[in-house]
């Protein structure tokens, strides 16, 4: 079989990308564009040396090359290492995909350390986009709530001189990040708010839940550190949470979390937790 090594490349960018994405969807994790391209070529390269050196074609190699690609388009993360598994889980599932494509149609999609086109390139994105949607798709965001990864995590908040620790439900659809800074936010109830924001800052939302109302009843001194915060949730069209910028957010392991803390109902979970934290 002639095997054109810029078609290589091309398919197992692609299958790579796609087999990354599938696993961060399934991990409720989020790839950034310009790590996920990187990681993806780098997939496509490993597949073209490979090919010219079968010795790479070694399950240890392929193993390493995994993580490889991995920590191009994860590393740093606190969920990397569950990402990581998952991505062997898709990258098997989509091999065993492509071979039974294979054996069914009489052609070869396997070759070396990766995909090869020698059927219609439909039937390949047809591969990946079944792939895709069995284990990225369908199952977005299982493995967060599964053995994989606890529901709930205790944080300490510091917020003027008082502290409080928290327990957060990680919820993949809490994705509220600061206007200006980018920096995601977690989600407190007002319960739990209270007791670490003080009494002058309680006097200025009682009896109201306008946030626009809140922040202007602050004394200027403290409204400088809150700030209003859009969202979007089912029933709500949109609004505001009144925000804040903690002294410190720390972890049970005891790094820092670089984020700040919005103010939502008075009760979230009916008490089962003081909060939402994304992913």
């Known amino acids: 079989m002639v095997v054109y090594l810029d078609v290589l490349f091309a398919v197992n960018a692609l299958m790579d990308g796609v087999t990354l994405l599938a696993a961060a969807a399934l991990g409720g994790v989020r790839a950034g564009r310009i790590r996920w391209l990187a990681a993806s070529a780098l997939g496509g390269g490993y597949a073209v040396l490979a090919a010219v050196l079968p010795a790479l074609s070694a399950l240890p190699v392929r193993l390493l090359a995994g993580v ?11 969920a990397f290492g569950r990402v990581c598994a998952l991505y062997f889980v898709v990258a098997a599932s989509f091999a065993g995909l492509a071979a039974a494509l294979g054996v069914a149609t009489g052609r070869k999609l396997l070759f ?5 086109v020698s059927v219609p390139f439909r039937v390949l994105l047809l591969a990946a986009a079944a792939g895709y949607a069995l284990s990225g798709v369908l199952l977005r965001g299982d493995a967060l709530h599964g053995p994989l990864r606890r529901e709930v995590e205790r944080l300490i908040i510091r917020f003027d001189g008082r502290e409080r620790e928290v327990r957060l439900l990680h919820d993949t659809g809490n994705s509220l990040t600061e ?3 980018g920096r995601p936010a977690l989600v407190l109830g007002r319960t739990a708010a209270d007791s670490l924001l003080g ?3 309680r006097q200025a939302w ?7 109302a809140c922040l202007a009843a602050l004394p200027p001194e403290t409204a400088s550190r809150f700030g209003l915060l859009p969202y979007r949730a089912v029933g709500v069209e949109s609004g505001l949470l ?9 972890r049970a392991d005891g790094t820092v979390l ?5 103010i939502g109902p008075d009760s979230i979970g009916q008490g ?7 992913v």
């Open 242 to 250: 009144l925000y804040f910028r903690p002294d410190s957010v720390r």
């Open 112 to 116: 070396g350390a990766g995909y090869y």
């Open 199 to 201: 009494a002058q800052i």
């Open 206 to 212: 009682a009896g109201t839940k306008d946030a626009a």
């Open 272 to 278: 089962a937790y003081d909060g939402l934290i994304g």
């Open 258 to 262: 670089d984020c700040v803390c919005a």
């Open 68 to 78: 490889g690609l991995c920590a191009a388009a994860f590393g740093g993360k606190p």
């Open 179 to 181: 206007p200006a800074s």
